[in-house]
């Protein structure tokens, strides 16, 4: 028989921890194929610096965050890098909680100013 819970004794209690690492494994899930592989975030900057090229040439006026988020990215593939080569044991990463949200809100706005931008007049 199951003792009687009352009110304040509900399963949201019981149950919260596991809902904060559900919540923190929902918000890590884009950066995972990218941690301990350098090649990637590199791939990223990549694609972060063609378009600054691109929207720059074309509309001639250069999205300079996104040279920024570019570098940001170019950062963390070495900062990755690092990590494989000095401490590849290390498999619980606290420093991602600050440098993720950082990578994600610099892409994001980045993204959003450079291609909101608008050509310059003739």
Do not use: C
């Not at 900062?79 to 610099?106: G, H, Q, S």
């Amino acid at each position: 028989m199951r003792p009687k819970r009352w009110l304040w004794q509900s399963n949201v209690e019981r149950d919260r921890p596991g809902d904060i690492m559900d919540w923190l494994g929902l918000f890590f899930t884009p950066i995972k194929p990218l941690i301990a592989h350098p090649e990637r975030s590199i791939a990223v900057a990549t694609v972060l610096l063609a378009m600054f090229g691109v929207l720059g040439w074309a509309r001639r006026r250069w999205p300079w965050p996104l040279l920024w988020a570019t570098g940001l990215w170019a950062t963390f593939a070495l900062w990755e890098w690092l990590i494989l080569v000095r401490t590849p044991e290390a498999n619980i990463r606290v420093d991602l909680l600050l440098i993720y949200p950082v990578l994600l809100i610099t892409t994001l706005w980045a993204l959003w100013v450079g291609l909101r931008s608008r050509r310059l007049p003739e």
